[in-house]
């Protein structure tokens, strides 16, 4: 399984931005799919996972503020990430679980100024 993340970038507090993240090769399968979070000098976290029955959990910091969603027919999950602080900032990594394998894609930069 291949994990192609994009829509990081330079946004102002207060403003959007999305994420997407595509699945290829060997999917068929795939549960889970997802994003974390890692700032510098902290530990990876769980922003927010869906199932491929579309059930929804997320970090309480970004509750009420990030949508998860997916389209299973194009193996994309997408954030959509709504009133975005500086303490958002982060390197945002996908994510997809194929029992009882756990996948990442590469990290996309999100930096929020103030």
């Known amino acids: 399984v291949q994990l192609q993340a994009s829509g990081g970038g330079l946004v102002q507090a207060g403003g959007s931005l999305r994420l997407s993240c595509a699945a290829s090769?060997?999917?068929?399968?795939?549960?889970?799919m997802g994003w974390y979070r890692q700032a510098p000098g902290k530990q990876r976290e769980l922003v927010a996972i869906?199932?491929?029955?579309?059930?929804?959990d997320y970090a309480d910091s970004v509750k009420g503020r990030f949508t998860i969603s997916r389209d299973n027919a194009k193996n994309t999950v997408y954030v959509q990430m709504n009133s975005l602080k500086p303490e958002d900032s982060a390197i945002y990594y996908c994510?997809?679980?194929?029992?009882?394998?756990?996948?990442w894609g590469q990290g996309t930069l999100v930096t929020v100024s103030s």
């Open positions: 994510c997809a679980v194929l029992i009882p394998r756990f996948y």
């Open positions: 090769g060997s999917i068929f399968g795939i549960d889970r």
């Open positions: 869906i199932t491929s029955d579309g059930d929804t």
